[in-house]
């Protein structure tokens, strides 16, 4: 699916323009970056109680239909979370396209009904719950969209460490680039992997399918 496709063109705010290539290449990079520390993460595990900050921790966020989403309402559930906006012409569309068929190919595998995945805005003067909302239904219904105030997603955003920034555009509006990881969290809330941009699929239904099956008591 082209990025066109995935851009409502009833929505005024959606100017369209050239594919700017370099988008996303920038969040690759900045996908790798965080690759790269997660890989150094994981390598330090047995010293994270020395100072190691972990990836994950605290959040408050509110979700497309109004409820809170805590670190503690997931306690026991797998989730993967993934930082993006609406108004992003392909990066964020693509990953949600793609998480899409992976939750098809899951299917009802063990442990597959706990998995929760959220697509946190880093947008959230934008994209309103309404926004997020009728983005969301394009891709899997079990994908859920999480905003809150500016500073919980600067929080939350922290937490994980994915970068975010806005870019000024040529129509006096902005775009943002941003870390284009999906972040793999255990049912204790730990870190377990993460899904690089456009990771080759079945490396990427592996690691989902260990999401679910670590920690599982049933
Ligand atoms: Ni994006």
């Known amino acids: 699916m082209t990025s066109s496709e995935q851009v409502d063109p009833r929505r005024p705010d959606t100017p369209r323009r050239p594919r700017r290539l370099w988008l996303p290449l920038a969040a690759f990079a900045v996908g790798l970056a965080a690759l790269g520390l997660a890989a150094l993460l994981t390598l330090l595990a047995p010293q994270r109680e020395t100072g190691v900050a972990a990836i994950g921790g605290p959040f408050r966020l509110t979700d497309h239909s109004g409820e809170a989403v805590t670190n503690d309402s997931l306690k026991g559930c797998p989730f993967a979370v993934f930082f993006g906006f609406t108004h992003c012409p392909d990066v964020c569309p693509t990953t949600m396209w793609e998480m899409s068929e992976?939750?098809?190919?899951?299917?009802?595998?063990?442990?597959?009904?706990?998995?929760?995945?959220?697509?946190?805005?880093?947008?959230?003067?934008?994209?309103?719950?309404?926004?997020?909302?009728?983005?969301?239904?394009?891709?899997?219904?079990?994908?859920?969209?999480?905003?809150?105030?500016?500073?919980?997603?600067?929080?939350?955003?922290?937490?994980?460490?994915?970068?975010?920034?806005?870019?000024?555009?040529?129509?006096?509006?902005?775009?943002?680039?941003?870390?284009?990881?999906?972040?793999?969290?255990?049912r204790d809330g730990h870190f377990v992997s993460a899904l690089a941009y456009q990771e080759p699929r079945d490396a990427a239904l592996a690691k989902l399918r260990r999401l679910i099956a670590v920690g599982r008591s049933t």
């Open 102 to 186: 992976l939750l098809a190919a899951l299917g009802d595998a063990p442990g597959a009904s706990e998995l929760r995945v959220y697509f946190v805005t880093v947008d959230p003067e934008r994209d309103t719950r309404e926004l997020l909302r009728s983005y969301i239904q394009s891709f899997d219904e079990r994908i859920v969209g999480l905003t809150g105030s500016p500073d919980e997603i600067a929080a939350v955003a922290k937490a994980f460490r994915a970068y975010y920034a806005k870019v000024p555009t040529a129509d006096g509006r902005y775009t943002l680039n941003h870390t284009a990881t999906v972040y793999l969290m255990g």
